[in-house]
């Protein structure tokens, strides 16, 4: 009798769970892969998700050491040069001057990376390796 209970109870959890997927299953938009509604029960895909989403305070932290790195080996910063055009997937490290001056609007002083739209965020650093903007 004792068996008998928790086998019914683990076939009742089994078409519940069953059915609770072909729920969501159902309910998915026509043209949405079913794949999609995989990755909503389990979570799997969150992990990509996150290597994708880069930390701010990350890439800042980054920057400010390659920025100093090159200080030491005696990198000239007064025309505001691109540190790195892949600091981060995504990101570019710039040393520009606070406030602007019109060197720092020269493509030749700015990472091709950013301009050309293969990276979408920046670190800008002044030449004292101090962070003046993330983007």
Known sequence: MKYTII?????????A???YVFKKI???PTGEKIGQTVEDITGIGLIEKKKTQIDPSLAKIKATELCRAKKIEGINFSQGPC????????WVADIA?????PIDN???????AFREGKAHHFV????????IKVY
């Open 7 to 15: 086998i019914l109870l683990i076939i009742f959890m089994i078409f």
């Open 17 to 19: 769970s069953a059915w």
């Open 26 to 28: 159902s309910k998915t």
């Open 83 to 90: 540190l790195s055009n892949d600091l981060m997937p995504d």
């Open 97 to 101: 001057h606070n406030p602007r001056q």
């Open 106 to 112: 020269e493509p030749e002083n700015q990472c091709s």
């Open 124 to 131: 800008e650093l002044n030449e004292n390796c101090e962070v």
